[in-house]
């Protein structure tokens, strides 16, 4: 249970990290917050010859609230981005979904961007970044390059970025006027992995569903959104066919079974949880409809 | 055992001084050496205890520049000049005091002894830990909250109803201990210190 040896690099900047990368090519793994990454090394099921440790990487730790986005620097902690308030007020989605990433220890070391690049499929940060149509901003010692979150994710802890790139900082879009959120899960245990989760999107106006979308936690091989506008769409926001969504996103996942859940189980899972996260979001969608004009 | 003599000469070490309650420690380490055990292996700090190594027991939780964190998962290179509190960093607290034994326990110590908080004590520097901070943040947690305060840190013996007693005890403590002078304080600069807030 201690990690195999390895160099280790203390870049002081993210040029100086990524050509660190180019040099050592496979064999390098970019360190940030850890959480994901120690565990892996502490059971030797990863052993990279280099660990690039960008913690004394300075303008990485920013959270900046924009009109379209919030943009959060390689180095935000989930704890600083879920008490962010700023942040809240312009994305309620990445509070909802931070709290529920493993326990208030974990939060305070482990980064946001460090999550969305392993890449788990049982992460939360991966499903919250494709809602909301997200952008990975990437550097490499070409220069910098930005990936849509879609096209980031290409397999379970696999994602778009070179040998020589790193995530220097992601960026969550704003929803539209009108739209609110909501994110549940299911774990075995508070703070456990997942067994199912999904986030959810709905816009409504004048009380009437005009879009509605969902993304979804250990129920899918690669982060994915189920368009749900076809189904929930022209429908009034305290009377929808909950259950036609709920079987939609039945239809849509794939689940797989382990120690703790069968696949039959999880899906059902996501679908009693799809039904009321999107419920809960279309109840607050016609709430706020007033105040969302700004 | 020549190969692993041959990896243990040439492992590079990186000289590593952190600052572990309040005073600065150093040691040459490899780079993979773990937070957690920099403090028990070469700081001689034993009172952070090691459970499963991957995040999930909380045991080894320490408060790094004053937040918990799980000191397996971080490198001690990684920690360099950062503020490090151990449970032995606890009982030099403003809020501890002496205790029955001579000792100074500070109000989450003192409510563990009071409310029978732990039985074999594996799991307890962890819980001191995060509770202390934790109460630093929120000083009058509900029962659920004090509940949810704790779930990241796991006990095989108490079935966790007298820590979370213990959690809600130590909130009176503290909120007792924040009008009082500490009588050990009296003995070093007492004149400056007078009428102070807590």
Redesign the interface.
């Known amino acids: 249970?201690?990690?195999?040896?390895?160099?280790?690099h203390?870049p002081r900047s993210v040029e100086e990290a990524v050509s660190v990368l180019a040099e050592v090519g496979h064999d390098g793994k970019i360190?940030a917050g850890?959480?994901s990454l120690?565990?892996i090394?502490?059971?030797r099921l990863a052993s990279p010859a280099h660990?690039v440790?960008i913690?004394r990487v300075t303008g990485l730790d920013g959270v900046d609230v924009g009109p379209d986005h919030v943009r959060v620097g390689a180095l935000v902690r989930h704890?600083q981005l879920e008490r962010h308030e700023g942040a809240y007020a312009a994305l309620p989605l990445l509070r909802q979904a931070l709290v529920n990433v493993?326990?208030?220890?974990?939060r305070?070391?482990g980064t946001t961007v460090g999550s969305i690049a392993h890449a788990d499929a049982a992460g939360e940060m991966p499903a919250i970044l494709v809602l909301t149509d997200g952008v990975v901003e990437a550097v490499g010692p070409q220069g910098s390059r930005e990936i849509a979150a879609l096209d980031f994710f290409q397999g379970p802890l696999e994602t778009a970025l070179a040998e020589d790139e790193m995530a220097a900082a992601v960026r969550f879009r704003r929803f539209a006027p009108g739209t609110a959120t909501a994110f549940a899960e299911s774990a075995r245990?508070?703070?456990d992995y997942a067994m199912a989760g999904v986030a959810a999107a709905v816009t409504a106006t004048d009380g009437v569903v005009t879009a509605a979308s969902a993304s979804f936690v250990s129920v899918t091989d690669v982060p994915t959104v189920l368009d749900l506008t076809d189904v929930l769409g022209g429908q009034q926001t305290d009377a929808a066919d909950w259950s036609a969504a709920a079987e939609a996103v039945r239809a849509h996942i794939e689940p797989e079974a382990d120690i703790h859940a069968t696949a039959d189980y999880r899906r059902m899972l996501a679908g009693e949880l799809a039904r009321r996260v999107l419920r809960q979001a279309a109840e607050n969608a016609a709430m706020t409809k007033g105040s969302t004009s700004r | 055992m020549s190969d692993v003599t041959t990896d243990q000469t040439t492992e590079q070490l990186h000289d590593v001084t952190v600052h572990v309650n309040g005073v600065p420690r150093s040691a040459s380490v490899p780079a993979r050496r773990l937070l957690s055990d920099f403090l028990r292996h070469d700081l001689a700090l034993t009172g952070t205890h090691v459970g499963c190594e991957h995040g999930v027991c909380g045991a080894c939780t320490v408060l790094v520049d004053g937040q918990p964190m799980r000191s397996c998962l971080m490198f001690a290179v990684t920690a360099q000049d950062h503020q490090v509190t151990t449970v032995e960093g606890l009982c030099d607290a403003p809020d501890a005091r002496p205790c029955a034994t001579g000792e100074r326990m500070n109000p989450v110590q003192q409510a563990f002894a009071e409310c029978h908080g732990l039985q074999c004590g594996f799991c307890t520097p962890g819980f001191l830990t995060t509770i202390t901070a934790y109460l630093d943040e929120v000083p009058s947690p509900s029962e659920a909250e004090a509940r949810e305060a704790i779930s990241g840190n796991l006990c095989r013996c108490t079935g966790y109803q007298n820590i979370v007693k213990s959690v809600l005890r130590a909130a009176e403590i503290r909120t007792e201990r924040q009008g009082d002078a500490d009588p050990a304080a009296r003995h070093t600069g007492s004149e400056d210190g007078q009428g102070t807030v807590a």
């Open positions: 249970m201690k990690p195999a040896p390895f160099v280790h203390a360190l850890g959480q120690i565990p090394l502490n059971m660990l440790d913690n704890a493993a326990h208030p220890a974990i305070n070391r245990r508070h703070g």
